[in-house]
């Protein structure tokens, strides 16, 4: 009998969690009772083996809650796995507080460890119905990441804090230029917080769409945490050409402190920013503050902004587009600072279009500023900011731009230009140093007829964004079959170069033009590649062409590089490629630039073969030589 038992309890404890409990599942520290997970009181233990959380998570019946009780707890990597059908096989994984404390996850991640560390969350590719809330995480990598390529659906991400990371939440959508469907979207991102990170907040990429993100809170820690280039609170990235972020909505969201140092040049770390591959972008009671760029910098298609307010960043609020362009409504910026490196300070830049309506742009040193860097004639005349019921201050040396702004009824004051003093608000030196403005920018005046007021969430307000601000469709079709530029000047974001056996590649610059240097001391290579899937070209999402790889090399007069080869790489495993010589003239003869076109399928072992994608090249060395250098490296269609 008591070898029974013995064997009874051994088999309990080997079991996996699937082997014991079939509904919700409890887990702590250090366990519990009988440790089958079926209640608190007898919790299965975080600790009695490296897997024990994933074999919890993975052993969760559809509509199942893994819950982790409060304490503390070593941070380990957690891969979110879920396939439910509807909201009623959604699986969750939430902290249940002890003695008021939620659960915290540590690391050991420190702010110059880019290069090490784990995503604590990561939800499985494909992943549909899930759910991540109430936790503490710090000093780990990243939050909350989705798997690449992504392609997830319905989650959730709330109630979350962190402090110490280098990225708080990245949702990638994976979405394909003709399937942009298949990008991860209905995502709620809700009462997250991240202090303290190396290099985003918010991350968004890859082509997600349908996701809101609700009061979210963003702060960079500053320049004692500007490790890398560069810190961004919410980004919006999108991905290669054709792949749009688009139907994101922000709530009542926060960012502060993204810092950057250039020298003299400029300093970049945004608080809100969005690239062009995006649209139908919405910010609603947004905040941004002491940014040493933007609070707001959006480069994106039509961004509607209601009730946000922008104080003390070097360019409050700075939009690039204008097809259709941004609108705001019951805006306020104010207080424009800039800490360092060139540029103007300023409340409102544009290179575009704005609609501004009851918006305040008041005490700046540069209340608005339309750009005038490397703009034509023509790009100039597009440029137009409309005003309406507007409230701005104009220091002296603004009337010029003053003659440039379309205004409807709105009040813009200079000095000796309007009688009596400055625009009145009801506490305007207290906006200097706020957070919260209140009613600090009320103006006193003419109450809320004009300029940003407090009062604008009890007014309808998207309604009237969307009229002046429609959402807008774009359709899939193939991108057109023309020049895609691989190099030139800079490498893009995702791309790096390489070498091996005494050979290198690196950036060189000569003035202003930057070049591929290549240098070898033997017989080795060195690389220009990219590993990330937004990044990569997709030559399948192209119209159908006969693709060419084109560059200009340059060599050292009288050096012989004997016989150089190159080779190309792509995505699919499936498409072998092979190495050839690379045609021209390099025995010395010729010095100055040489272009050489070389037919993609020159590099197919099988001719029948076709590339589907691009992710760089290879040159490999037979000596030593002086280096060569390369420049203007496209993919042009035949």
């Known amino acids: 009998m008591k070898m029974l038992l013995k064997t009874a309890a051994l088999a309990m404890i080997l079991a996996s969690p699937s082997d014991i409990w079939a509904g919700d599942i409890y887990m702590n520290l250090e366990g519990a009772g009988t440790k089958d997970g079926s209640s608190l009181e007898n919790a299965l233990s975080y600790k009695q083996d490296e897997g024990a959380l994933q074999k919890a998570w993975d052993s969760l019946a559809p509509g199942s809650t893994l819950y982790l009780e409060g304490g503390e707890y070593p941070a380990k990597q957690l891969l979110v796995k879920a396939d439910g059908k509807n909201e009623k096989e959604l699986r969750k994984i939430s902290g249940k507080a002890k003695d008021g404390k939620l659960p915290t996850l540590t690391g050991t991640w420190g702010k110059n460890d880019k290069e090490k560390g784990f995503s604590v969350f990561k939800v499985s590719k494909g992943s549909t119905w899930w759910a991540i809330e109430n936790f503490g995480i710090a000093k780990c990598k990243i939050g909350v990441e989705i798997e690449i390529p992504g392609n997830v659906a319905f989650g959730r991400i709330e109630n979350i804090s962190m402090q110490e990371m280098r990225e708080g939440v990245i949702i990638t959508g994976g979405a394909d230029v003709l399937k942009p469907e298949i990008g991860s979207h209905d995502i709620l991102i809700r009462n997250i917080r991240v202090e303290k990170y190396a290099k985003r907040g918010f991350r968004f990429k890859d082509g997600c769409y349908n996701i809101t993100v609700e009061n979210c809170y963003a702060d960079a820690g500053g320049k004692e945490w500007a490790t890398e280039a560069f810190h961004m609170g919410f980004s919006s990235q999108g991905g290669s050409e054709g792949v749009n972020d688009h139907d994101i909505t922000f709530i009542n969201c926060e960012s502060r402190n993204n810092y950057w140092d250039a020298g003299e040049g400029y300093w970049n770390a945004d608080g809100f920013c969005a690239e062009r591959n995006s649209y139908n972008l919405t910010y609603i009671g947004c905040k941004a503050f002491d940014n040493t760029d933007g609070g707001w910098d959006l480069k994106t298609v039509n961004p509607l902004l209601i009730g946000c307010v922008a104080l003390r960043n070097k ?324």
Request: charged letters at 30%; aromatic letters at 12%.
């Open 315 to 638: 360019k409050d609020f700075r939009f690039w587009s204008s097809n259709p362009g941004a609108v705001m409504i019951r805006c306020l910026g104010a207080y424009a600072f800039k800490r360092g490196g060139n540029s103007e300070e300023t409340g409102l830049w544009t290179t575009g279009k704005v609609f501004a309506y009851k918006c305040s742009f008041v005490d700046n040193p540069y209340s608005i500023v339309f750009n005038d860097w490397h703009v034509t004639p023509e790009k100039a005349k597009e440029m137009k900011i409309l005003l309406e019921d507007c409230i701005v201050t104009f220091s002296e040396n603004q009337k010029d731009t003053i003659a440039r702004i379309d205004n409807v009824n709105s009040v813009i004051w200079t000095p000796g230009g309007r009688p009596g003093e400055a625009m009145g608000y009801a506490n305007p030196e207290e906006g200097k140093k706020l957070f919260d403005v209140g009613k600090a920018f009320d103006s006193v005046e003419f109450g809320p007829a004009k300029g940003y007021n407090s009062g604008w969430k009890d007014e309808n307000l998207l309604e009237l964004g969307r009229k002046k601000q429609p959402l807008i469709t774009v359709e899939a079709k193939r991108l057109p079959a023309s020049s895609i530029s691989i190099f030139k000047d800079k490498n893009p974001s995702g791309w790096y170069l390489s070498g091996w056996k005494g050979a290198e590649m690196k950036m060189s610059k000569d003035g202003k033009d930057t070049y591929l240097e290549v240098a070898s001391k033997g017989a080795g290579g060195a690389s220009y590649m990219t590993k990330r899937r937004e990044a990569v070209v997709d030559l399948s999402s192209h119209e159908k062409a006969k693709w060419i790889l084109q560059m200009k090399i340059k060599c050292a007069a009288g050096q012989s590089y004997k016989d150089l080869k190159i080779k190309v790489m792509n995505m699919n495993e499936e498409v072998k490629t092979k190495e050839i010589s690379l045609p021209g003239k390099f025995d010395g003869s010729v010095s100055d630039w040489q272009e050489v076109r070389i037919p993609l399928s020159d590099f197919l072992e099988d001719k029948n073969e076709e590339f589907d994608s691009f992710s760089g090249f290879s040159i490999r060395t037979f000596g030593e030589f002086k280096p060569l250098y390369i420049d203007q490296v496209t993919l042009e269609p035949k």
